[in-house]
């Protein structure tokens, strides 16, 4: 578990996994440089319950943090989950996982699905989070081909979308992990994601079409924003185009991934830019506009003018000349 700031809810996570129909884990507590209460926090559980062990550092990130978890680990664990340190665990989730990883030696993981829950633990939009999980897919052609829930997820889907988040929803092996080097620490966004993607040339994920974890939702997330998230995509998406292990079909399946992918995001993008112009804030227009603009260059194969980007970057930071409106065009309170 990485842990940074995680004051509010990490007591409420390590609760949860204390609560596992399974008793025989361990857990590595990484405080990543927090400046709250999370470490004392930690100390005081670990103090109780000998399974829990915490290490401290100074702050690097997620991925970094996760790799340094993993080198704490016994030589026995073949096993690990990367529980977040504001999401929670079904008392069964542990159970569930490591049975049907048991039953399919052929797979490098198994995940299952979670639930919304907001920063007061309350579920919210019931069902929405496992459709998005649902919504596998593979490239056919120019065209995706949905999945049917509970099959398995290879190459050719995560490497499109990736299903196994939040991360406390899967257990992976050990050795596989290790052999794929762990978390990219270069990767502030999606380290998860790309790490599912290396992990899928080496054999399948199986599925568990059924909850084992609860997504807390707030907004101190990671990828709340969606214009990172769009940039980090796309970041991952080269990274894994670029790997020296693809075949010559890997490859072509990621370029008709990226080019449909964002031929669906580029509405959503075209929405943001909108909706940040309207309410006038122009930081946001221009960062939405960058990442509207690189889809675009991938959409049309055109390649953008410096120039070009600099015009729109001055254009969308200059002082406002009207006073900004919302979308049912009335003035902006405080503007």
């Not at 969606?226 to 075949?247: C, F, I, R, S, Y």
């Not at 490859?251 to 993008?269: E, F």
């Not at 055109?302 to 600099?310: N, Q, S």
Request: one cysteine or more; charged letters at 25%.
């Amino acid at each position: 578990m990485a842990a940074y700031n995680a004051q509010r809810w990490i007591g409420e996570s390590l609760a949860t996994l204390q609560a596992q129909t399974v008793a025989a884990w361990d857990c590595v507590v990484v405080d990543d440089g927090s400046t709250d209460t999370t470490r004392s926090i930690v100390a005081d559980i670990a103090a109780t319950d000998p399974r829990i062990v915490l290490v401290a550092r100074q702050h690097v990130g997620v991925a970094a943090a996760r790799n340094h978890g993993l080198s704490h680990l016994g030589d026995s664990v073949g096993i690990v989950m990367f529980l977040d340190s504001d999401d929670l665990l079904l008392p069964d989730a542990l159970d569930t996982l490591t049975e049907h990883l048991a039953i399919r030696p052929d797979a490098v993981g198994v995940f299952g699905l979670a639930e919304y829950v907001n920063g007061d633990g309350d579920p919210v939009r019931p069902g929405l989070h496992p459709k998005l999980q649902r919504a596998r897919r593979r490239v056919r052609g120019l065209r995706f081909r949905p999945l049917l829930a509970g099959e398995d997820s290879t190459f050719g889907d995560i490497a499109v979308y990736g299903p196994i988040w939040p991360s406390a929803v899967g257990l992976h092996r050990r050795s596989v992990l290790d052999a794929v080097g762990g978390c990219d620490p270069e990767l502030r966004l999606l380290s998860d994601w790309d790490l599912y993607i290396r992990m899928s040339r080496r054999g399948p994920f199986a599925m568990v079409d059924r909850q084992v974890a609860w997504y807390r939702r707030h907004d101190a997330n990671l990828t709340k924003d969606p214009v990172d998230n769009a940039v980090g995509h796309a970041v991952v998406v080269q990274k894994a185009w670029l790997e020296a292990d693809n075949t010559p079909a890997q490859r072509r399946l990621i370029a008709r991934a990226l080019w449909l992918t964002r031929a669906a995001d580029t509405p959503m993008l075209t929405r943001t830019v909108l909706g940040a112009i309207r309410r006038g804030d122009r930081r946001h227009a221009w960062r939405a506009t960058k990442a509207l603009m690189g889809h675009a260059s991938t959409l049309t194969l055109i390649k953008l003018r410096r120039a070009t980007l600099r015009t729109i970057q001055r254009t969308l930071e200059a002082p406002p000349t009207t006073t900004p409106t919302n979308s049912r065009g009335r003035a902006e309170a405080g503007s």
